[in-house]
């Protein structure tokens, strides 16, 4: 990387790329576009057991069903190369623009999986073009969470990345909260020939719309001014950068990827619950999408409140560790518990597992930030995040499927806790990355931090001892 002082218009030669501008515009561009991003990625598996059978026909509704999750799990397939591939151009190039390219990539393969004909009017053109649309989808969601996750707590104040970066999996959790109602609201409407012949494509549609929302929400958003500080002073290609981080970063990649392995429990509990507990105990599928809601609607309180809290107290501490630590210990009693029947038992056993849930998920994005220098910050993450995301978080509709459908339902569970229990053990290794001193960038390792507090300390010397707090 090259030094400060043998680059022309360092950063101290740019202040304005330093000043907050539009905060509040940003944040909500951020967010918005990152809900409608998960919004649409969500509600593909929630309704998998309505349109398998139209879309995946088969002797045996189950055979439909596991084709239907197979073609799910292809989005995840392709998600660790557009981390690997785009996420350096994000480096390079600036998050704004992956940005707006990832939301409308997510809009389009929902559109195209909302009118694809059924299979009895166009034939395996059906299949084939749900395949394309999750490819699609696969694509942009392997570009969004680490592009969003820089380009949030890069906009944020030195005392306030927690919260800002558990807006993300805030928006997350409303993403899963409203595609859980939408599939709730359109599975208790409609009757089931309605619901299998037209009422499940409303969702997905509803979805396309959204993104265009969110498209120009972020066509209009700043870039983040940390990248632009980094942008002066590093100017490697996005192979280089590549290159760079896993030469010097390899010890933050795999405390990356255990930061983001749970994932396994929270797409079985985001998309496969309502069925396990459909499959297991016979339940209404609309009334244990109903339950959900109620469950992640307790979530998206914890993840803010958590992130909030890892402010003043300090992430790797308290935050990762607990989250873990009441997975391993819940999950298992908590499916155990589905035998008993009753609506208002699911709904305990889904908010439950959403609180441990929501403790993991308010921390580990920041966390992750805070593990990389901003010039290879979303390449770190996209790297470790999305191969894990696809061999833990895509596989696990289809693992948790096959383990009901073998009759041994309880193992989904020990799935979990084996997971989750090896992540646990990389949480103790790592370093304690929050701070509310006023640095200029959001890694202590970050070489532009040492020119840009210098330049900051020279400006503004009386500003000595205040608060961080703009």
Not at 21 to 31: P, Q, S, W, Y
Not at 105 to 110: F, V, Y
Not at 198 to 226: K, M, N, Q
Request: aromatic fraction near 10%; charged fraction near 10%; include cysteine.
């Amino acid at each position: 990387m090259s030094t400060p002082h043998s680059v022309p218009g360092r950063a101290a030669d740019h202040p304005p790329a330093l000043a907050p501008k539009g905060r509040a515009r940003n944040l909500l561009a951020g967010t918005v576009g990152h809900f409608v991003e998960w919004y649409d990625w969500y509600v593909y598996g929630l309704l998998a057991a309505v349109f398998s059978s139209q879309i995946f026909p088969s002797d045996s509704p189950f055979a439909s069903l596991i084709a239907a999750f197979l073609t799910y799990a292809i989005g995840f397939v392709v998600r660790p190369l557009s981390g690997i591939i785009i996420s350096p151009l994000a480096d390079r190039y600036g998050r704004r623009r992956i940005l707006a390219l990832a939301v409308s990539g997510m809009a389009l393969g929902a559109l195209i999986i909302g009118l694809t004909p059924p299979f009895a009017t166009v034939g395996y053109l059906a299949p084939i073009m749900f395949v394309v649309a999750r490819i699609l989808q696969g694509i942009s969601a392997g570009t969004e969470g680490q592009s969003a996750i820089a380009f949030m707590v890069e906009h944020a104040p030195a005392d306030r990345r927690g919260l800002f970066g558990s807006f993300t999996n805030m928006a997350s959790g409303l993403a899963t909260l409203a595609a859980t109602a939408a599939a709730a609201i359109v599975t208790s409407v409609f009757a089931s020939d309605a619901l299998q012949s037209y009422g499940w494509r409303i969702p997905f549609i509803l979805g396309g719309v959204f993104g265009i929302v969110g498209l120009l929400l972020r066509a209009r958003s700043d870039e983040s001014p940390e990248f632009e500080a980094s942008a002066v002073v590093e100017q490697k290609s996005a192979p280089a950068r590549l290159l760079e981080l896993l030469r010097s970063h390899p010890k933050a990649l795999l405390q990356t990827a255990a930061l983001s392995a749970p994932a396994v429990a929270y797409y079985t509990w985001a998309t496969f619950l309502p069925t396990y507990a459909n499959l297991t105990s016979g339940r209404d599928l609309s009334s244990t999408l109903a339950g959900s809601v109620i469950g992640l609607a307790l979530l998206v309180i914890v993840v803010p409140v958590t992130g909030y809290l890892s402010d003043r107290l300090g992430r790797r501490k308290i935050f990762p560790i607990i989250g873990a630590s009441g997975m391993i210990v819940l999950f298992y009693p908590l499916l155990l518990l589905l035998q008993t029947p009753g609506f208002w038992v699911y709904v305990v056993v889904a908010a439950s597992g959403w609180v441990v849930l929501g403790i993991w998920q308010a921390v580990y994005p920041t966390i992750q930030a805070e593990l990389f220098p901003a010039s290879v910050r979303v390449s770190g993450i996209g790297f470790a995040h999305q191969i894990v995301i696809a061999v833990f978080g895509g596989t696990a509709p289809l693992i948790a499927a096959a383990f009901v459908g073998a009759g041994q339902p309880m193992l989904v569970a020990v799935y979990m806790i084996v997971v989750v229990g090896l992540c646990l053990a990389v949480y103790f290794t790592l370093p304690e990355t929050g701070s509310r001193a006023p640095g200029a960038t959001v890694s202590a390792t970050d070489s532009i931090a040492t020119i840009l507090t210098a330049d900051a300390a020279a400006e503004a010397p009386s500003s000595r001892g205040r608060s961080a707090r703009p």
